[in-house]
């Protein structure tokens, strides 16, 4: 009897914890994070040794690595552009209309705060606690848009949509019947 009341008290317990994180990604084995690995680039002699940099305790070396960079790189994008700060003038007329009426400027903190209070009321439940089960989308249905809907609605105004054509149509827009699923052949009689 006090092992049943023992189990159900601590069972209780654990359904009143406030964690508000939603995803379970914990891993039961302690390991290395292969991830965080990252190789340093090969030593080379520039042509010009007047084109190094000068050593600064805790600055960057030619040879550290720059994953981001090089993400950036081989997706044909600059790199340098990753250091630049502002706005650049290709979205200067856009961030003028969006600040338009005005801006909060710790709207990230708010958007946080509400967001922890959210994730804190749709936590997880007694029995997904227990199973360490992912509660993520749960909890954020109410937000989630129905894309069907949605896609109607836009329809219905005039707006052409050809990326998502309605359920029924074919590839070349003939309109067919939805097909009923069948046994397979060794079931049919």
Not at 21 to 35: N, T, V, W, Y
Not at 108 to 132: G, K, N, P, Y
Not at 138 to 165: F, H, K
């Amino acid at each position: 009897m006090r092992a049943t009341l023992l189990t159900m008290t601590m069972l209780t317990l654990a359904a009143c914890s406030t964690d508000p994180h939603l995803m379970s990604i914990k891993s039961d084995q302690r390991g290395p994070d292969e991830f965080a690995i990252v190789p340093t680039k090969p030593l080379t002699i520039p042509t010009d040794l007047n084109a190094l940099p000068a050593p600064t305790p805790g600055g960057s070396n030619i040879t550290d690595p720059t994953p981001a960079a090089d993400a950036v790189a081989a997706l044909g994008g600059n790199p340098a552009q990753l250091s630049a700060q502002g706005v650049g003038a290709a979205d200067g007329a856009l961030l003028a209309y969006t600040g338009r009426l005005g801006r909060e400027g710790n709207i990230r903190q708010v958007t946080a705060q509400e967001d922890l209070a959210w994730r804190s009321r749709h936590s997880r439940r007694l029995l997904e606690v227990i199973a360490h089960t992912n509660v993520y989308y749960r909890a954020y249905e109410p937000m989630t848009l129905d894309s069907w809907t949605e896609i109607e609605r836009w329809r219905t105004t005039g707006v052409q949509t050809p990326s998502a054509p309605p359920r029924g149509y074919s590839a070349t827009g003939a309109v067919t019947a939805p097909k009923k699923a069948q046994a397979p052949d060794h079931m049919r009689k």
